[in-house]
Each structure stands twice: as structure tokens, then as C-alpha cells.
């Protein structure tokens, strides 16, 4: 098993910055990539970025391109979400999710982390 956990959610005004970790731990080896997923309420859940734990470049869904960067410190099993030019439609649970492969489905990722809180004030 894997276990996720994700914090730096929080309040931040229109245009602020925040950083998201995602901390893996247990059997970390049954991952290879980690993706970032947002859902607002009444809205379908979205894949944000992912990245691979190895090597490669990270995946980033055009509308956070150039504002969310997503990053990894392989020695602390963090993978790390600076997001930045925060609008008040960033406001959404924010998840990060583990898997095999790097996917834009969020099906194909196995473990998932309990989501915090993002909410950008206007």
C-alpha cells in the first residue's frame, strides 16, 4: 500500500501563491508517477499536472500551464504543486494521486490522498 498525504492548502487572495506537498510513504515503489487533480463543487474532478518519479518532464493541462509548476524531491517522497497568479476559479479540493504510469485518467491512478482545501478570495 501507499499512502498520500497532501498539505499548504489554505485562504489566499486573487493573485497570490501557495505550494502544495504530496508526502508518499509505504510501499512507494508500486508508484511511478504522481498526478495532480482539483474538483470545485458541482464540478467534474480534473487532472491539474503529473509527473514521474524517474526522469521526464512533468504534463500540465493547458489552463495552469505557465502558472502551476509541479516538481519532485525524490530523497523526502514529496512531490511538490507551486501554484501561482491564483484566481478565485482555482478554489477546489486539491488531490494528489498515485499510479503506475503517468495518466490523464483519473482511473489509472491507484492511491489517492485526502484532498485539502484550496479556496482564492477575490
Known amino acids: 500500500q501507499v499512502q498520500l498525504v497532501e498539505s499548504g492548502g489554505g485562504l489566499v487572495q486573487a493573485g497570490g501563491s501557495l505550494r502544495l506537498s504530496c508526502a508518499a510513504s509505504?510501499?512507494?515503489?508500486?508508484?511511478?508517477?504522481l498526478g495532480w487533480f482539483r474538483q470545485a463543487p458541482g464540478k467534474e474532478r480534473e487532472l491539474l499536472a503529473a509527473i514521474r518519479w524517474n526522469a521526464g518532464a512533468p504534463y500540465y493541462v493547458d489552463s495552469v500551464k505557465g502558472r502551476f509548476t509541479t516538481s519532485r524531491d525524490n530523497a523526502k517522497n514529496t512531490v511538490y504543486l507551486q501554484m501561482n497568479s491564483l484566481k478565485p476559479e482555482d478554489t477546489a479540493v486539491y488531490s494528489c494521486?498515485?499510479?503506475?504510469?503517468?495518466?490523464?485518467?483519473?482511473?489509472?491512478?491507484?492511491?489517492w490522498g485526502q484532498g485539502t482545501q484550496v479556496t482564492v478570495s477575490s
Open positions: 509505504g510501499r512507494t515503489i508500486s508508484t511511478r508517477a
Open positions: 494521486a498515485g499510479g503506475r504510469e503517468m495518466s490523464v485518467v483519473a482511473d489509472n491512478y491507484q492511491y
